[in-house]
């Protein structure tokens, strides 16, 4: 069993608000909130959202098996749909999940990486733990590659292993 993580990009509060409803609804209790961080590595998602973009990172208590993280990221992608604003999005929701040794985003975009699961998405394996620290890939997001948010999945990480270590 696997951590549920969700790396969430947006530029509307409400949005954001709604949009965790819908997670807690969809998903169960989040066991942790990240800060906000400026999202300032690539201005891909500004047509779209605007250009002041935060990422923050949600946690479920809820552990899942690693092969529904297709089916979760179809869900993920409908919850968007349903808040965005004239069909653009104001909140970009990246399903994923953490283990002891990885983190794996969900992508329904091809690249030669990418792991083909079902209902088109993609495995990407984003960051891999080594000595007590995430590494990045040569083809690993330029936020994951610089390592913003390593103290932040370190902590998912710690309550990821509590979790474990209770079910065992």
Same mark, same amino acid.
């Given at each position: 069993?696997?951590?549920?993580? +969700?790396?969430?990009?947006? &530029?509307?509060?409400?949005?954001?608000?709604?949009?965790? &409803?819908?997670?807690?609804?969809?998903?169960?209790?989040?066991?942790?909130?990240?800060? #906000? $961080?400026?999202?300032?590595?690539?201005?891909? /998602?500004?047509?779209?959202?605007?250009?002041?973009?935060?990422?923050?990172?949600? +946690? $479920?208590?809820?552990?899942?098996?690693?092969?529904?993280?297709?089916?979760?990221?179809?869900?993920?992608?409908?919850?968007?749909?349903?808040?965005?604003?004239?069909?653009?999005?104001?909140?970009?929701?990246?399903?994923? /999940?953490?283990?002891?040794?990885?983190?794996?985003? #969900? +992508?329904?975009?091809?690249?030669?990486?990418?792991?083909?699961?079902?209902?088109?998405?993609? #495995?990407?394996?984003?960051?891999?733990?080594?000595?007590?620290?995430?590494?990045?890939?040569?083809?690993?997001?330029?936020?994951?590659?610089?390592?913003?948010?390593?103290?932040?999945?370190?902590?998912?990480?710690?309550?990821?292993?509590?979790?474990?270590?209770?079910?065992?």
């Amino acid at each position: 069993m696997t951590k549920l993580i +969700s790396g969430v990009l947006y &530029t509307d509060k409400n949005l954001l608000q709604q949009a965790k &409803t819908l997670m807690i609804q969809n998903y169960g209790e989040i066991d942790f909130e990240s800060d #906000a $961080f400026i999202f300032d590595v690539s201005d891909y /998602y500004h047509q779209e959202m605007g250009s002041q973009i935060y990422r923050i990172f949600w +946690s $479920f208590e809820k552990l899942i098996n690693p092969k529904d993280i297709a089916q979760i990221k179809i869900e993920y992608n409908e919850i968007e749909d349903s808040l965005a604003i004239n069909g653009n999005r104001k909140v970009n929701l990246d399903a994923g /999940y953490l283990d002891y040794d990885k983190i794996v985003l #969900a +992508s329904a975009k091809y690249n030669w990486q990418k792991i083909y699961l079902d209902y088109g998405i993609y #495995a990407d394996l984003t960051l891999r733990y080594e000595k007590g620290n995430y590494l990045p890939f040569p083809w690993s997001f330029p936020d994951f590659k610089e390592g913003h948010y390593n103290l932040t999945l370190l902590k998912i990480r710690d309550i990821y292993k509590l979790q474990r270590k209770n079910i065992n």
